[in-house]
Nanobody
């Protein structure tokens, strides 16, 4: 069982940066692939980025490439999402998720989810 707690969201202006963190409970964090998803009001939850268990492989949604960076620190049981050049369309609740299979773009491949952290970007 893994419990995930996101933090780092907030209200920022367009062009600013934020770093989201996701702290995982348990001693098996390093066995899980991790992902970030987001959900804007009235929209479905969408994939943002994913990272494999060792941090050596990452993948991003096209609209996030070059602006967002996913990373992890297994010693701290934490996965990060560095978000730069934020746009109003990045406004959403951001969720981290853990998968006990390989890193994936699919929501259905993730076994555990956090409660989310709100990111709001003003123009």
């Amino acid at each position: 069982q893994v419990q995930l707690v996101e933090s780092g969201g907030g209200l920022v202006q367009a062009g600013a940066s934020l770093r989201l963190s996701c702290l995982a409970s348990g001693r098996t964090f390093g066995r899980y692939a991790m992902g970030w998803f987001r959900q804007a009001p009235g929209k479905e939850r969408e994939f943002v980025a994913t990272i494999n268990w060792s941090g050596t492989s990452v993948y991003y949604a096209d609209s996030m490439k070059g602006r967002f960076t996913i990373s992890r620190d297994n010693a701290k049981n934490t996965v990060y999402l560095q978000m730069n050049s934020l746009k109003p369309e990045d406004t959403a609740v951001y969720y981290c998720a853990a998968s006990n299979s390989n890193y994936s773009l699919r929501r259905s491949d993730y076994n555990y989810w956090g409660q989310g952290t709100q990111v709001a970007v003003s123009s």
